[in-house]
């Protein structure tokens, strides 16, 4: 008898913990204090999810995300990621998952200033060239590849742009183009909207929510529910642990973005009933 494998989840998490000690490296016993900001968390998540973790301010969200971007390790658990188990790495190896398995997006978009769209985006191919047995990109295959993901986000008419002549929104297209350059196993998005008005926070969530129709996974930290509720899956800590994983509204950010276009046009025409146009008598 035959049997379809099951697939590996991307992301794999079991009895996550983390602990900061405080009082200086010598503090022993009652001097010790030991601040526990993940108390054994369990946390899966397979290829095409799009997952928005919530919580509290202090329940453990960006200890979370460090540990999910492989920027630092727990102190127990186990992390497997696209099936490699981060937790025996090395630093070497360390650096390589964040690289190439991971495509981060920021709050404040993180991109270098004197350098174009196109240059930003094709940043994170040069590191392939440090890497053991890959054969990095030449030239025209780097440009190509940055070109395509603009195009992803939309933004291939404003590839030569500088990061100051382009508005918020666009800046975090490029930092999204970015971040799926090299292909990686999932996005990370730490507060992708919070730096953006409503406008452009609901085309950064359709966007998102068009690349995770076309298969990409991405995890995303948000305080709020508006925006996760355009994801898929939500997951809330509460000290430390996880509390709650349920569905998410899956709300259509570009249906809503077409709407708030539209009432916004109708209030400035003042064609809304009872709303007089402005300047009107
Ligand atoms: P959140 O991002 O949800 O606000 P954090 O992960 O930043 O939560 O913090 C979780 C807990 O761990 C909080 O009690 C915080 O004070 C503590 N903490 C976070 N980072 C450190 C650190 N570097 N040293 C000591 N305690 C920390
Ligand atoms: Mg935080």
Known sequence: MT???TPAPVIRMQGIKREYRMGGRHAKGDDAIVVRALRGLDFSAGAGEFVSVMGPSGSGKSTLMNILGCLDKPSAGTYTLDGIETSESDSDTFAYIRNRKIGFVFQSFNLLARTTALENVELPMFYRRREKGVKPYGTRE????????????GLE????HYPSQLSGGQ????AIARAIVNDPAFILADEPTGNLDS??????????????RRGKTIVM???E???AAYTKR???LRDGTLVSDVEGEGRDAGRELARWKSDNSLLADGKIPGVPPEGGA
């Open 221 to 223: 930290v948000t305080h």
């Open 157 to 160: 008419k404003r590839m030569d």
């Open 3 to 5: 049997s379809i494998p």
């Open 199 to 212: 406008q452009m926070s609901l085309e950064i969530m359709g966007l998102f929510q068009q690349l995770n």
């Open 234 to 236: 939500i997951i809330t």
């Open 225 to 227: 529910p508006e925006f």
């Open 142 to 153: 780097r440009r190509e590849r940055a070109r395509a993901a603009l195009r992803e986000v």
């Open 171 to 174: 800046q975090q297209r490029v």
